[in-house]
């Protein structure tokens, strides 16, 4: 068997091309861009990376973005001002707390603390909680851009057993919810879970976000399943030991070029539908 690959940045290129346009209508008909905050908290050069690369794909489709760059010692307090700066301006559509902040943070009080209309990347407990109840809101957007690219290549879900290794607020736990709501029956993994190689072995659609390098091995894996390989580390290497993969999996991301680039673009389009919803009520008042 040869796998089929789920090509992240092909599909995210497309979705750019489309969101350009979206953008554009909105600068002809209402003289505004949605414009995307992002926050920087702290010198860890992968998430300087991360911020940057986001802040490109803004200026790819036309949108605005301004980057808040806060030294290490900031406090819980200063960042909490900042947030609220930005929850007060109109011009802001969307804003980004880039994860990990430092430890000395309380990062939970800090994602709160983003106006819920602005929340574009589902932190908050309350668009968690909307997402997992299956009403509108802007879901976290590494496995909502997984679910975006499950359904692009028509990646069959209904009554899938699918495993995700990794419970972290931003991936496992959205992660497990959306594909619950895609009729799936969930397994979720993480560091306490006993015999998880038995857990795995069951995966028709497996999901990786463990955060260690080729921490899951290939040999666990199903013949046949789905294997979505959510970590990235230095080096272009994921979570899920892709040799032989190919040979094994129906269909596999493969790292880079899979879920990265869909993390990006689906975190981008949730910005422009915020300022879409946003501009144009400006303009109905
Ligand atoms: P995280 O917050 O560190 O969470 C890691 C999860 O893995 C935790 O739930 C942990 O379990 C579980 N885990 C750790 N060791 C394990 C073990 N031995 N067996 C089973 N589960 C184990 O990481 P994250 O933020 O979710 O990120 C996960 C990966 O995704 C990382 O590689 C990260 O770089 C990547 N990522 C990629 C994107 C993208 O755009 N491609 C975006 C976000 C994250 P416990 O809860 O029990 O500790």
């Known amino acids: 068997m040869s796998a089929l690959p789920l090509d992240g940045k092909s599909l995210a290129k497309e979705m750019e091309s489309i969101l350009k346009e979206r953008v554009s209508f909105l600068a002809e008909s209402f003289k505004h861009v949605p414009k ?19 802040a490109l794909a803004c200026q790819r489709v036309g949108m605005a973005s301004v980057r808040v760059e806060l030294p290490h010692n900031t406090t819980t307090e200063e960042l909490l001002q900042k947030i609220h700066e930005l929850n007060q301006d109109p011009l802001v559509h969307g804003i980004l707390l880039q994860h990990p902040v430092p430890s000395h943070i309380n990062e939970r009080m800090a994602f709160e603390a983003i106006d819920i209309n602005k929340d574009v990347d589902g932190v908050t407990c309350l668009g968690f909680g909307r997402m997992a109840m299956g009403e509108a809101a802007y879901g976290s957007a590494t496995p909502a851009g997984i679910i975006s690219l499950l359904e692009h290549y028509k990646i069959p879900l209904e009554g899938k057993h699918a495993v995700v290794v990794g419970r972290s607020a931003i991936l496992g736990k959205p992660m497990a919810l959306m594909l619950l ?33 080729h921490f899951i091995k290939s040999k666990w894996i199903k013949t046949g ?51 879409e919803t946003q501009i144009k009520s400006l303009k109905t008042l």
Not at 188 to 199: A, M, N, Q, R
Not at 201 to 213: F, N, Q, R, S, T
Not at 249 to 254: I, K, W
Not at 263 to 272: A, E, F
Request: aromatic letters at 4%; glycine letters at 10%; hydrophobic letters at 40%.
């Open 36 to 54: 995307l905050a992002t926050i920087l908290v702290g010198d860890d050069p992968s998430s300087a990376t991360y911020v940057k690369m986001k």
């Open 225 to 275: 399943a789905v294997v979505i390989d959510a970590g990235y580390h230095p080096g272009g290497i994921g979570d899920i030991e892709n040799t032989k993969l190919s040979s094994i999996a129906s269909a596999y991301t493969p790292v880079p070029g899979g879920v990265g680039p869909m993390t990006i673009s689906t975190l981008i389009r949730q910005s422009i539908e915020s300022g």
């Open 181 to 213: 709501q895609k009729n799936c029956t969930v397994t979720i993994c993480h560091s306490k879970t006993l015999h998880l190689e038995k857990f795995i072995a069951e995966a028709d659609i497996l999901v990786g976000a463990v955060g260690i390098p």
